[in-house]
């Protein structure tokens, strides 16, 4: 996205959200024949169709192959980029997009008010059981296209078929304008388009109306200012290529090579070779070498990500909250950070970020606060499980401070703690959406949008996208619908900050930390920024001459 961009689920140590990186798994660089190419690591998407993709490696990959409605400003605010406007009635409630006209998919198709409904339509169809599908609620009709019980013991296929296949608040006026219908009010629903399962798909996207075509996903088209050089070699690359004549924010590089690791040891080592441009996330293991590998290629910048462990509350062990408050009061923060983030990360204290409207410091309390004493107490009288388990994803980096959680939960508590290690995050997500029992699960946030409500809803709204660890609270998810129809920011902050306070009672995760881009480059490349949302500026970043 051009400039300053909005946030998500992060991979290494930013989920769902979760921090991202990896090992070289081969491939052709068919990128390195052009001088004015960048190398960026990334850990293996787990989805390229924009309404499945949740998770930041996919969502940094769709950034240079499609252009949003809306990007922010450096206040957070939503600008338009391909909207020309979007404005509100008075009501909040119905909402009309009118798009820049002259855009083109990479096919040459013209991007019309129709691919965007198409494609929000796909989305919010509960069958296709798209990932995203949770941020298309709040358009008038989402109930009718949810089975009564897609995830039923006969499994999705044998659920009934939803009521309808198309949202009746999604009205097409002419090829540049349609309008969108909510069922509620909600006054930022702007700042929702700037997110990656908004963007539209062409036509050739759909084998038939609503059916994706096989092997689209592979052969993504978007309509952004890079485009697909060959497939999505899985495991090893994504080679994207300007286009000729874009109309929006022109690049300054000739391509991209979204260079995929499983291991950010490997990635970084390639990085001080000079044979990888950018890494988002130095390793934990080479914070102390860096700046002598690196120098003043070596940064820091904000960023929206909150670091955290979720409970699986669906199984009993779990279901007691002395229990979680325990193991969260058996975790030294500070001592982790510094040791061994060497402060490049702070303890979280509260549920969301301190960069968005609305955070208040220390609304987790004394259940964030390390007391082994209180600790062992309140675990043993809850007899808590014998043993504990943390699975988290390797090619994000994670072994160290998993295991360092372990020895500490290990003293305070007195019972056995294990770090479990999954290849790949988007493996982990695939376990975890299917309730496997991988024991607390490690995930982290980067925001989607610039508002408390992000770091809420999706996390812990009953049936929220990335609600992994099935908590559900009616007085929680009536306060974020509350915030959301507000008919002001302020009030809204208030219904939402009303929402966190229910939180630090439940525990449904464990808040561990809030970071930091810490981030290097080649000498190759210079103008390299990573924004809050953890994305290398794709616009701004030139290869030196």
Request: some cysteine; aromatic content about 10%.
């Given at each position: 996205?051009p400039?300053?961009?909005?946030?998500?689920?992060?991979?290494?140590?930013?989920?769902?959200?979760?921090?991202a990186?990896?090992?070289?798994?081969?491939?052709?660089?068919?990128?390195?024949?052009?001088?004015n190419?960048?190398?960026i690591?990334?850990?293996?998407?787990?989805?390229?169709?924009?309404?499945?993709?949740?998770?930041?490696?996919?969502?940094?990959?769709l950034?240079?192959l499609?252009?949003?409605?809306?990007?922010?400003?450096?206040?957070?605010?939503p600008?338009?980029?391909a909207?020309?406007?979007?404005?509100?009635?008075?009501?909040?409630?119905?909402?009309t997009v009118?798009?820049?006209?002259?855009?083109t998919?990479?096919n040459?198709?013209?991007?019309?008010?129709?691919?965007?409904?198409?494609?929000?339509?796909?989305a919010?169809?509960?069958?296709?059981?798209?990932?995203?599908?949770?941020?298309?609620?709040?358009i008038?009709?989402?109930?009718?296209?949810?089975?009564e019980?897609?995830d039923?013991?006969?499994?999705?296929q044998k659920?009934?078929?939803?009521?309808a296949?198309?949202?009746?608040?999604?009205?097409?006026?002419?090829?540049?304008t349609?309008?969108?219908?909510?069922s509620?009010?909600?006054?930022?629903?702007?700042?929702l388009?700037?997110?990656?399962?908004?963007?539209?798909?062409?036509?050739?996207?759909f084998?038939?109306?609503?059916?994706?075509?096989?092997?689209f996903?592979?052969s993504?088209?978007?309509?952004?200012?890079?485009?697909?050089?060959?497939?999505?070699?899985?495991?090893?690359?994504?080679?994207?290529?300007?286009?000729?004549?874009?109309?929006?924010?022109?690049p300054?590089?000739?391509?991209?090579?979204?260079?995929?690791?499983?291991d950010?040891?490997?990635?970084?080592a390639?990085?001080?070779?000079?044979?990888?441009?950018?890494?988002?996330?130095?390793?934990?293991?080479?914070?102390?070498?860096?700046?002598?590998?690196?120098?003043?290629?070596?940064?820091?910048?904000?960023?929206?990500?909150?670091q955290?462990?979720?409970?699986?509350?669906f199984?009993?062990?779990?279901?007691?909250?002395?229990?979680?408050?325990?193991?969260?009061?058996?975790?030294?923060?500070?001592?982790?950070?510094?040791?061994?983030?060497?402060?490049?990360?702070?303890?979280?204290?509260?549920?969301?970020?301190?960069?968005?409207?609305?955070?208040?410091?220390?609304?987790?309390?004394?259940?964030?606060?390390?007391?082994?004493?209180?600790?062992?107490?309140?675990?043993?009288?809850?007899k808590g499980?014998a043993?504990?388990?943390?699975?988290?994803?390797?090619?994000?980096?994670?072994?160290?401070w998993?295991?360092?959680?372990?020895?500490?939960?290990?003293?305070?508590l007195g019972?056995?703690?294990?770090g479990?290690?999954?290849?790949?995050?988007?493996?982990?997500?695939?376990?975890?959406?299917?309730?496997?029992?991988?024991g607390?699960?490690?995930?982290?946030w980067?925001?989607?949008?610039?508002l408390?409500?992000?770091?809420?809803?999706?996390?812990?709204?009953?049936g929220?996208?990335?609600?992994?660890?099935?908590?559900?609270?009616?007085?929680?998810?009536?306060?974020?619908?509350?915030?959301?129809?507000?008919?002001?920011p302020?009030e809204?902050?208030?219904?939402?900050?009303?929402?966190?306070?229910?939180?630090?009672?439940?525990?449904?995760?464990?808040p561990?930390?809030?970071?930091?881009?810490?981030?290097?480059?080649?000498?190759?490349?210079?103008?390299?920024?990573?924004?809050?949302?953890?994305k290398?500026?794709?616009?701004?970043?030139?290869?030196?001459?």
């Amino acid at each position: 996205m051009p400039g300053k961009s909005p946030w998500k689920m992060a991979v290494g140590a930013t989920a769902i959200a979760l921090l991202a990186a990896g090992c070289g798994s081969g491939g052709s660089d068919d990128s390195a024949a052009s001088s004015n190419t960048a190398i960026i690591g990334i850990g293996e998407p787990q989805h390229l169709i924009p309404s499945n993709t949740t998770e930041s490696n996919g969502a940094e990959v769709l950034s240079s192959l499609f252009y949003p409605l809306v990007d922010f400003d450096d206040k957070n605010n939503p600008t338009e980029v391909a909207a020309e406007s979007i404005t509100a009635d008075a009501t909040n409630k119905v909402w009309t997009v009118k798009l820049k006209s002259g855009f083109t998919f990479h096919n040459g198709e013209p991007v019309i008010a129709d691919n965007y409904i198409d494609a929000w339509n796909y989305a919010a169809y509960g069958p296709n059981g798209q990932g995203g599908s949770y941020f298309f609620t709040r358009i008038a009709g989402f109930d009718d296209l949810q089975s009564e019980d897609p995830d039923g013991e006969e499994g999705p296929q044998k659920a009934p078929e939803p009521k309808a296949k198309k949202l009746t608040g999604l009205k097409k006026v002419d090829d540049t304008t349609f309008t969108v219908s909510l069922s509620a009010p909600f006054a930022s629903f702007k700042s929702l388009l700037g997110y990656t399962v908004f963007y539209p798909l062409p036509k050739a996207a759909f084998s038939s109306d609503g059916v994706i075509a096989d092997g689209f996903e592979d052969s993504i088209i978007g309509n952004g200012p890079f485009k697909l050089k060959g497939k999505w070699e899985h495991d090893a690359q994504i080679v994207v290529e300007k286009v000729t004549d874009f109309k929006g924010q022109i690049p300054k590089v000739d391509g991209i090579t979204w260079k995929i690791y499983q291991d950010d040891q490997a990635q970084y080592a390639d990085l001080v070779a000079g044979n990888l441009d950018v890494q988002t996330t130095i390793p934990i293991e080479s914070l102390a070498s860096a700046s002598a590998d690196l120098g003043d290629r070596f940064q820091k910048s904000p960023n929206s990500v909150f670091q955290f462990v979720g409970f699986p509350t669906f199984l009993k062990e779990y279901q007691n909250v002395d229990v979680r408050k325990a193991i969260s009061m058996a975790i030294n923060r500070q001592e982790i950070t510094d040791q061994i983030f060497l402060g490049s990360q702070t303890p979280a204290t509260s549920f969301v970020s301190p960069v968005v409207a609305g955070y208040r410091e220390n609304t987790c309390g004394a259940n964030c606060e390390y007391n082994p004493t209180e600790a062992k107490k309140l675990y043993t009288a809850a007899k808590g499980p014998a043993e504990i388990k943390i699975t988290y994803n390797v090619d994000g980096g994670h072994k160290a401070w998993v295991d360092a959680t372990c020895n500490q939960i290990k003293a305070s508590l007195g019972v056995n703690c294990t770090g479990q290690g999954e290849q790949k995050f988007a493996d982990l997500l695939t376990k975890v959406e299917k309730k496997e029992n991988v024991g607390l699960i490690r995930l982290g946030w980067i925001m989607d949008y610039p508002l408390m409500e992000n770091y809420l809803g999706p996390l812990y709204g009953t049936g929220g996208s990335s609600n992994y660890y099935g908590y559900s609270n009616t007085a929680f998810d009536a306060l974020v619908k509350e915030g959301s129809e507000a008919a002001t920011p302020e009030e809204a902050i208030a219904k939402w900050q009303a929402a966190e306070d229910i939180l630090a009672k439940d525990m449904p995760v464990i808040p561990l930390r809030v970071g930091q881009n810490v981030f290097g480059f080649s000498e190759k490349v210079t103008n390299v920024t990573v924004d809050l949302f953890q994305k290398v500026d794709i616009y701004a970043i030139e290869v030196v001459s």
